[in-house]
């Protein structure tokens, strides 16, 4: 008995220097967020400031939050069997840290599981984890993080895997095939998760009262409860009660509180869609959408800035979105039509071709490009991500192996 005691003592002891950063300057930052903008390339940050610049009456000068943080890089982001990668694919070497095959999802190219940042978090040093997202929470980026599959669209199989992670806290717009597809319909999947230890709640009051009961929680937004959320939905038109990314952030900030350790992998999806149909408005509110869930996040570590580590970056560009046209920009008609429709963009393909020939941004196609990505990086250990990296690099530098 007492030599059990004096096992736990010492073994407190040492978490407690470890996360203090007192016994080991290389282990993991304490409070982990981790930011994805789906389809975030540099242009699309560059575009995104000149609007806000605009807003502000200038030329140029105006910053997101996050490309204030001190440190910058890149990220290579090939596939391991195409030089333009997919979200799955991409999601799998920043999540796991090995390359995969396009449309593959958490397994390498000979189909073994990996392991993701996130699941080595919690099993070894006991972390919390959240996944959030946007967009679907089985859609390939979150999905990333806890789902095993070659298939990226195994989206009903993808779901079932949340109880084997083990992870506390799941948010997003809904759940993709949740009840089956029309060639193998299954039970409705909130079924399955709640047998299996969750609270698979819908809407904002349903989540702060999970939250209050400390449930092991699945959020989607109210109005996609027992039905099919939309993909790739490029309108940017926002339903009435709709949790924006910044609450499901500060969700998990509320359940989690700053006791013990934690992470969260958070996209931003909704960019990646307006950037595949290239619609200039959808895309720039996704990226002021994720800067306001960053603000969350940072407000945060100004709390605990020696434990918290915040990181910025993309899983690849989506559209080759170019900043202007003969030496101007003409954001006055992007937000006349953006006002006009109700704060969104429901024109078709040949009236948004012709927007943006008449607002002077280009787009050189409607799926992902090879460039490499922008990194931001803050707080402990953010040194590490400065320079050139590869989207392998983020699970080591995260775990400090």
Known sequence: MR?????SIISAIFALLIFSGCANEDAPAKYVFLFIGD?????????????????????????LLFTTFPVFGTATNHSANSPVTDSSAAGTAIACGEKTNNSWLGVDPEEKPLESVAAALKNELGYKVAV?????????????????NRSRHANYDILKEIPESGFEYFA???MMSFAGNRWKPERNISEYLEENGYNVVWGKEELAEAIANNDKIVFGQIYNKDT??????????KPEGD?????????????FGDKEPFFMAIEGGE?????HSNKVMPTVMGVIDMDKAIEKAYQFYLAHPDETLIVVTADHETGGIALGHRYNVNWKAYEDSWNENGQSNNLDAAANAELNKVGLIGWTT????????????????AEKFSGRIDNTDFKNKILCK
Do not use: C
């Not at 959030?132 to 095993?148: D, E, M, Q, R």
């Not at 960019?271 to 950037?275: H, N, S, Y």
């Open 3 to 7: 030599n059990s005691r004096i096992v």
């Open 39 to 63: 389809g975030m390339g540099t242009s699309h940050v560059d575009v995104t400031e000149s609007y806000l610049s605009y807003k502000a009456g200038k030329m140029g000068g105006e910053q």
């Open 132 to 148: 959030i997202s946007n967009v679907p929470v089985n859609h390939a980026t979150p999905a990333s993080f806890y789902g095993h």
């Open 172 to 174: 997003g717009a809904g």
């Open 228 to 237: 099919e959320p939309k993909n790739y939905d490029t309108t940017g038109n």
């Open 243 to 255: 949790a924006t990314l910044a609450e499901m952030v500060q969700g998990a900030l509320d359940l």
């Open 271 to 275: 960019i990646d869609w307006g950037g």
């Open 366 to 381: 409607g799926d992902h490009t090879g460039g490499a990505v922008p990194v931001y990086a803050i707080g402990k250990g």
